[in-house]
């Protein structure tokens, strides 16, 4: 076969396969974010931390309660996504009517609280959580992790599932109306204001869940989320804020070229994302799927 | 006559001045700056400001001190520029006169120059950069716990030793990932190594998998981790989900602190090689200061750059004490090097005229789980690195106060 400038087709399709893995978490991260800023206009800092809660979360359900990975997975999300209800209920539902930008200075805040309350109780340094399904398989060009295969599987499976939802159902076109016009959807005796606090608490649990994902194979810290939260932004800019199908093909799509930036130049690999996102910027401000509001 | 006892008394005041004890400002002001909230903030941050503490406090059980020694703190975010930033306002503003510990090296080469500047002191404890005892040394700046040459010396050569002749390195990208990669590919290559490769990823990184396929397919004997801190465990973890270990690579562990064994738990981190200047199980005094160290920081054990962090200023306070005076940082340091150095923790010691505290190094293993008897019993002892041998040698680091 080709060599493509002096790397093997093997290590390439190496490559691309992690960048896909990784994109998995970008496009679950991104999806989150984007259904709380489609419907509620909430620009979500905190969806860090509440990443990172998730991953704690799992955590600490195995070692308190003796819950294993494959019972967090379904407890963990509920339970942070409760946790997201209360918030959106007693805080960020009294700023619907202002600014953006409170929404996003209350919910930056929150996350440097939750981060700096982690890190006071547990350290910096990480905790351990074990693999659930260790090994793997040879795939002739690389060793894929089961447990690799099964983050895809699932994101892709969550996200498409997300979308139809969001697009496809009744509730969904809810959902959407709602975000058009919030006080004829009232008239017609639908709940808005239920609604909302339930769509930020669905997408504080996709949050949750990336970072059950996420426990066995990154360390599970306090900055975890910090360290991921800004790429994510980039992520959705770039797909177009609000966008659902942008937010998932973007997550993956940047997964795979960042990926292959850490083949051909690793220095830039943490870059090449803002670089994108300045040109998607530049050519197209409202983002690759986003329409102009 | 009353003139003459005026101008007598007014000669012997001006007389009198420059031998008066003379704190600048009147305190002795110690400023701890690290990692307080990222990657590095449990090997150093709030242990380190609670280590320079206790060693004011055991200081001034003994000997009688001056009464107003003061300790502040800050973050640096791992972030030279910020770093910088606090640094000279400390200097300029708030009479700090000695800076302690500032692991990152980027920073630490950022303050080393801002203190030479100032003429102050600065301890270091939780950088690596070998620089600052090469070319980067000053008279202010002593380098107290370890460096990359002396882990690259202890770690590097027992991998060579045991087989492991070639090499890939995994290397953060920032001045303390380089000087460590420099150091330990000199170490391989002189023990008759190869490094046949080397990738270095972005500061602070999350997903190694990517670099770790490619450490994979250079085929190298070992792949060498460059990085520390989280990173470290993350590389760590990741190379176990990718069958790496199984598939006949080894890792080593170039810098692995304690506290990041412990994050990797011993199933996982069992059998890794690494070189440490201090470990808490070792002797009565560093379990009896492991022990206060715990109570106040969260059931951790103390790590070699807080240990560093206490025998640093502890050494310091002695020489200030003696010397009378902190105003010139550069005598200062001069007065910490011609003292031998003692203490509970480390022991009895010297300081080389390029700044470079001397000390044994030891090599351990990391536990199997089967082995330790407990959390925080981690490592057996492989060997000891005679002081003599554990640093770079004195004519070898380029450093301009070295006379060749």
């Not at chain 1, 066995?216 to 306090?222: D, Q």
């Amino acid at each position: 076969m080709f060599e493509l400038i002096g790397v093997p087709p093997q290590a390439l399709f190496g490559q691309l396969l992690l960048g896909l893995i990784n994109g998995a978490f970008y496009a679950l991260l991104s999806l989150g974010l984007a259904v709380i800023f489609g419907m509620l206009n909430v620009i979500n800092f905190a969806h860090g931390a509440q990443y990172m809660m998730g991953a704690f979360g799992a955590w600490m359900l195995l070692q308190y309660v003796g819950i294993p990975y494959w019972g967090a997975l379904l407890v963990v999300p509920v339970i942070i996504g409760a946790t997201g209800i209360i918030l959106e209920r007693l805080l960020l539902a009294r700023l619907y009517h202002l600014d953006h930008l409170y929404g996003l200075l209350l919910t930056f805040g929150l996350a440097l609280i939750f981060e700096g309350l982690f890190r006071k109780q547990y350290g910096s340094s990480g905790l351990p959580y074990a693999n659930p399904i260790p090994g793997g398989t040879n795939l002739g060009f690389m060793f894929l992790p089961w447990y690799r295969g099964w983050v895809v599987l699932i994101s892709i499976v969550v996200c498409l599932a997300t979308w139809f939802m969001i697009e496809k159902t009744k509730l969904g076109s809810y959902l959407r109306a709602a975000t058009e016009n919030p006080t004829l959807v009232r008239a017609f005796g639908i709940n808005v204001p239920r609604m909302m606090t339930l769509t930020y608490g669905f997408g504080v649990g996709l949050a949750a869940l990336a970072g059950v994902l996420a426990a066995p194979i990154y360390s599970v810290n306090p900055i975890m989320g910090s360290n991921l939260i800004i790429v994510v932004f980039a992520v959705v800019v770039i797909g177009g804020m609000g966008s659902i199908m942008g937010s998932i093909v973007t997550g993956f799509g940047l997964g795979v070229i960042e990926g292959l930036t850490k083949v051909f130049y690793p220095e830039a690999s943490n870059t090449v994302i803002f670089i994108i996102m300045a040109i998607v910027l530049m050519l197209r401000p409202a983002g690759l799927f986003g329409t102009p509001r | 006559m009353r003139l003459k006892t005026l101008a007598l008394a007014a000669a012997a005041a001006v007389a009198a001045t420059p031998a008066m004890a003379q704190y600048s400002n009147d305190t002795i002001k110690i400023g701890v700056m690290n990692d307080q909230s990222g990657l590095y903030a449990d090997l150093s941050g709030q242990g380190s400001v609670w280590a320079a503490r206790r060693a004011v406090a055991d200081f001034c059980k003994t000997t009688k001190c001056h009464d107003k020694i003061e300790i502040v703190f800050a973050d640096h975010q791992n972030k030279p520029d910020i770093g910088s930033t606090t640094v000279r306002q400390w200097f300029d503003v708030d009479n700090v006169d000695v800076v302690v510990d500032v692991p990152t090296s980027s920073v630490a080469l950022a303050v080393n120059n801002i203190t030479k500047e100032k003429n102050k002191v600065f301890l270091v404890s939780g950088a690596a950069a070998s620089d600052l005892t090469g070319k980067a040394c000053t008279p202010n700046t002593v380098h107290w716990t370890y460096d990359t040459w002396a882990l690259a010396n202890g770690t590097g050569n027992a991998v060579v030793k045991t087989g492991g002749d070639t090499w890939f390195f995994l290397t953060a990208d920032y001045a303390f990932g380089h000087a460590l990669e420099r150091d330990t590919a000199a170490v391989v290559e002189k023990s008759g190594g190869k490094v046949v490769g080397r990738v270095r990823h972005p500061f602070p990184g999350q997903d190694f998998s990517s670099f770790l396929l490619q450490a994979q397919s250079s085929k190298a004997k070992i792949i060498g981790l460059a990085n520390a801190g989280s990173d470290t465990t993350n590389s760590i973890k990741q190379a176990a989900e990718f069958g790496i270990v199984q598939g006949g690579q080894k890792l080593a562990g170039l810098l692995v602190f304690i506290t990041d064994v412990h994050a990797l738990s011993l199933k996982v981190a069992q059998g890794l090689i690494l070189t440490e200047a201090w470990y808490w199980d070792q002797t009565d005094a560093n379990r009896a200061f492991s022990a206060e160290f715990e109570k106040a920081n969260k059931g951790n054990k103390p790590t070699m750059v807080q240990a560093g962090v206490y025998s640093a200023v502890y050494h310091y306070l002695k020489a200030v004490h003696e010397l009378k005076s902190d105003a010139d940082g550069a005598a200062v340091v001069a007065k910490m090097k011609s003292m031998p150095t003692e203490d509970a923790l480390f022991g009895k010691g010297q300081i080389r005229a390029d700044g470079r505290k001397i000390h044994d190094m030891y090599l351990y293993e990391v536990k199997s789980p089967a082995e330790s008897k407990g959390p925080w019993d981690y490592y057996k002892l492989r060997a000891t690195i005679p002081a003599a041998e554990a640093f770079r040698p004195l004519d070898q680091g380029d450093c301009p106060l070295v006379k060749k």
